[in-house]
């Protein structure tokens, strides 16, 4: 049963965070740079803390009620590698894009998208069908255009 949780929380988690961190940075610039940090270091504290509960059977989580099909979710030990990376390399990007975009504008917007791609592409490893894949991909995608787009030159 925790298992399963921490599986929610780590795809929900940074669409939260998203929105929250969206918000303080309306009024503060370095508290969503500082939150952002605490974000992704919580999750992937959160991911380090999950392989304790996959074992070799893995953690299924079904819903059959959302998206029409059902969302269906399974974390093994193959997936849970991509997992672990996906976490562990976006806190420490994180860590470097808040001096790195200092100078930048937009950083509010570029953040916000950061964080629903990092919950598309966690949501990318975890998918257990072709629906959840194919959906978390599209969401990846679009997300991440926006972060490609964000310097708008050409």
């Known amino acids: 049963m925790i298992g399963k949780v921490l599986v929610l929380c780590i795809l929900l988690m940074p669409i939260v965070g998203a929105i929250i961190a969206y918000i303080i940075g309306k009024n503060s610039k370095k508290g969503r740079d500082i939150f952002n940090v605490l974000l992704t270091g919580l999750e992937f504290l959160l991911v380090v803390i999950l392989s304790r509960y996959i074992g070799d059977e893995g953690i299924n989580v079904i819903m059959p009620d959302i998206m029409a099909e ?54 990318v490893f975890i998918s257990a069908d072709m629906l959840n894949l194919f959906t978390f991909f599209e969401i990846m995608s679009f997300t991440s255009y926006i972060l490609i787009i964000h310097d708008e030159d050409r």
């Open 70 to 123: 059902g969302l269906y979710l399974r974390v093994d030990p193959f997936r849970y590698i991509f997992v672990w990376l996906t976490s562990f390399i976006w806190f420490v990007t994180t860590i470097y894009t808040t001096q790195y975009l200092i100078k930048y504008k937009n950083r509010n917007r570029y953040y916000f998208f950061y964080l629903i791609t990092l919950s598309a592409t966690i949501g």
